[in-house]
T-cell receptor, first 115, second 109 residues
Framework: GAGVSQSPRYKVAKRGQDVALRCDPISGHVSLFWYQQALGQGPEFLTYFQNEAQLDKSGLPSDRFFAERPEGSVSTLKIQRTQQEDSAVYLC?????????????FGPGTRLLVL | GQNIDQPTEMTATEGAIVQINCTYQTSGFNGLFWYQQHAGEAPTFLSYNVLDGLEEKGRFSSFLSRSKGYSYLLLKELQMKDSASYLCAVEDSNYQLIWGAGTKLIIKP
């Protein structure tokens, strides 16, 4: 595709609900990243995939957060039993190859509000 | 710990020049990126430095000193559309991007 796309763009959830956020990376991009960005802050790393392999999930804040990329393209970030502190923008980025000096291209983000 | 510091907010005048500084302390260094982020939008890539010195790209230039853990982004001939947040990010030894909180740049006519 022309760029990284994410859906939904906005999501309002009641506390305790499960949510699923989708990311479609640029076609052919091997690496995919998920970030969480709070208002007025820089992105915080959540997890990284190389193709379908989740190589780093050290940034996931709790076991309520789960990410997958089963076929090495589209990825889903799932948050179970959402809490108010999960409210943030969730950014997905992809890059052509494995990290190291590769520019990451970002999607527009999903703005999650947990009430 | 890992730390990226940049000013929270800066104000400049249309047509002028502004320099946004970034200092970093990270576990390893594989390069430094500058991204621009307009409110409510995704970050977009501006520049990448891995060697000391100045990289020039049109109205934007980025400088790196690895020995000092320091970089700056220089914006010339400022335009109103340059009003945005500017994010400094360092790739550490694990190839993770460590991000600063961003500098909100306000351009006044």
């Amino acid at each position: 595709g022309a760029g990284v796309s994410q859906s939904p763009r906005y999501k309002v959830a009641k506390r305790g609900q499960d949510v699923a956020l989708r990311c479609d990376p640029i076609s052919g991009h091997v690496s995919l990243f998920w970030y969480q960005q709070a208002l007025g802050q820089g992105p915080e790393f959540l997890t990284y995939f190389q193709n379908e392999a989740q190589l780093d999930k050290s940034g996931l804040p709790s076991d309520r957060f789960f990410a997958e990329r089963p076929e090495g393209s589209v990825s889903t970030l799932k948050i179970q039993r959402t809490q108010q502190e999960d409210s943030a923008v969730y950014l997905c980025a992809s890059s052509l190859d494995r990290p190291s000096q590769e520019t990451q291209y970002f999607g527009p983000g999903t703005r999650l509000l947990v009430l | 710990g890992q730390n990226i510091d940049q000013p929270t907010e800066m104000t400049a005048t249309e047509g002028a020049i502004v320099q946004i500084n970034c200092t970093y302390q990270t576990s390893g260094f594989n390069g430094l990126f500058w991204y621009q982020q307009h409110a409510g939008e995704a970050p977009t890539f501006l520049s990448y430095n891995v060697l000391d010195g100045l990289e020039e790209k049109g109205r934007f230039s980025s400088f790196l000193s690895r020995s000092k853990g320091y970089s700056y982004l220089l914006l010339k001939e400022l335009q109103m559309k340059d009003s945005a947040s500017y994010l400094c990010a360092v790739e550490d030894s694990n190839y993770q991007l460590i991000w600063g909180a961003g500098t909100k740049l306000i351009i006044k006519p």
